[in-house]
């Protein structure tokens, strides 16, 4: 399964992006996809997730009400919808594939992913 995200770019506070995730491979469906990020000198952390189907959600506290993850199975691609943003939301925001979660989706850490997309940089300025 390859990865690869899009959408990242520069924006006012207050303001919206979308970022995408293209989901190449066979069984593309078979997998949790999550948004993870990682601020200048920052550790990556966890941002949002979906479930296979897409039915099942979950979103770090800090991104409620703002951030909002979708998944199109039809064309392989997941989406995270961001809006309000904040200075602080600026990183660079990181697509994964956990190949073995459970059916609900929670909070995903960086050792469960099995695949990896490139990073696309979001700036917020004030």
């Known amino acids: 399964v390859q990865l690869q995200a899009s959408g990242g770019g520069l924006v006012q506070a207050g303001g919206s992006l979308r970022l995408s995730c293209a989901v190449f491979g066979r069984n593309q469906r078979s997998y949790i996809i999550g948004w993870f990020r990682q601020a200048p000198g920052k550790e990556r952390e966890f941002v949002a997730a979906v479930s296979r189907s897409g039915a099942s959600i979950h979103y770090v506290d800090s991104v409620k009400g703002r951030f909002t993850i979708s998944r199109d199975n039809a064309e392989n691609t997941v989406y995270l919808q961001m809006n309000s943003l904040k200075p602080e939301d600026t990183a660079v925001y990181y697509c994964?594939?956990?190949?073995?979660?459970?059916?609900?989706?929670?909070?995903?850490?960086?050792?469960?992913?099995?695949?990896w997309g490139e990073g696309t940089l979001v700036t917020v300025s004030s």
């Open positions: 994964a594939a956990d190949r073995d979660g459970p059916a609900a989706a929670g909070s995903l850490y960086l050792n469960e992913m099995d695949y």
